[in-house]
T-cell receptor, first 113, second 113 residues
């Protein structure tokens, strides 16, 4: 979707290295989310943000941290990547009055070797 | 413990026939439900939603039914088209949850020409 972009689209990294994924939006939406998609689990919430510098943990937050210093950017950091963090990561945005309809980015495929 | 369950990983139907995708939930606090569609290498896109104050919502070929007593919802697609082939995710949210969505594991729908 044109209003939300994720970078990089693909990344291969080694176990133990730090990795940062970026989500950028041009919609000025208040809420931003990071999900991971794994076979048999669907989409699981990692962290979310309800405003600049306001973030909270989701269902599977262990091993991940986030930062939101500007409305448009939401960063997801894996401090020390592990093979269990190999996944497809999706960022989403949402706003009040939009009936919970998220707009998702195209995803980042991360492989930890 | 999955709060939103899609027990059928896959479903195949003939073009022109009805597709019925099912979803069950366990959290009685959920009061808003959504369906998302996902094509390979793309992010999920919002399809249709329903509030717990309704039992049916229709949008063109797509209808969502909600049975609160059974904690069950279903998505009907009539008539099914080959372009409907995708993974369908059921999602649920509760008021005051910072708009977090809890997703099911998804159902791969294949519409055969």
């Amino acid at each position: 979707d044109a209003g939300i972009t994720q970078s990089p689209r693909h990344k291969v990294t080694e176990t133990g290295t730090p990795v940062t994924l970026r989500c950028h939006q041009t919609e000025n939406h208040r809420y931003m989310y990071w999900y991971r998609q794994d076979p048999g689990h669907g989409l699981r919430l990692i962290h979310y943000s309800y405003g600049v510098k306001d973030t909270d943990k989701g269902e599977v937050s262990d091993g991940y941290s986030v930062s939101r210093s500007k409305t448009e950017d939401f960063l997801l950091t894996l401090e020390s990547a592990t093979s269990s963090q190999t996944s497809v990561y999706f960022c989403a945005i949402s706003e009040l009055g939009v009936n919970f309809g998220y707009t998702f980015g195209s995803g980042t495929r991360l492989t930890v070797v | 413990d999955q709060q939103v369950k899609q027990n059928s990983p896959s479903l195949s139907v003939q073009e022109g026939r009805i597709s019925i995708l099912n979803c069950d939930y366990t959290n009685s606090m959920f009061d808003y439900f959504l369906w998302y569609k996902k094509y390979p290498a793309e992010g999920p896109t919002f399809l249709i939603s329903i509030s717990s104050i309704k039992d049916k919502n229709e949008d063109g070929r797509f209808t969502v039914f909600l049975n609160k007593s059974a904690k069950h919802l279903s998505l009907h697609i009539v008539p099914s088209q080959p372009g409907d082939s995708a993974v369908y995710f059921c999602a649920a949210s509760e008021s005051g949850s910072a708009r977090q969505l809890t997703f099911g594991s998804g159902t791969q729908l294949t519409v055969l020409p």
